[in-house]
């Protein structure tokens, strides 16, 4: 059984860092596709950005643009990391973690980011 769970969210203060971190069980960890998507309070979810099995990420331009954010993964761990610099209040969502293998897509519980002063 594929289990994602994530950890690491929440409360900090604009422009502070977090990280946040999503571990894997139940699969090859280390031929997975790993995902963060986060979903803002009355909004869609939207995607953060995805590593690659070989370590390779890309972003959308929206956050790529910013430089905020960096998915890193360590696969002995079989972990994936969402390492998030000056925060911003926009930033409050709930972010989730989602693992791609054999055509098959699991997601996480979702841990909880809020920015606020």
């Known amino acids: 059984q594929v289990q994602v769970v994530e950890s690491g969210g929440g409360l900090v203060q604009p422009g502070e860092s977090l990280r946040v971190s999503c571990t894997a069980s139940?699969?090859?960890?280390?031929?997975?596709?790993m995902a963060w998507y986060r979903q803002a309070p009355g909004k869609e979810r939207e995607w953060v950005g995805t590593?690659?099995?070989?370590?390779?990420?890309?972003?959308p331009t929206s956050v790529k643009g910013e430089g905020r954010f960096a998915i890193s993964r360590n696969n002995a761990r079989k972990t994936v990391y969402l390492q998030m610099n000056s925060l911003k209040t926009e930033d409050t969502a709930v972010y989730y973690c989602?693992?791609?293998?054999?055509?098959?897509?699991?997601w996480g519980q979702g841990t909880r980011v809020t920015v606020s002063a």
């Open positions: 139940g699969t090859d960890f280390s031929i997975s596709t």
């Open positions: 590593i690659l099995n070989d370590g390779r990420a890309n972003y």
């Open positions: 989602n693992l791609k293998t054999g055509g098959s897509s699991y």
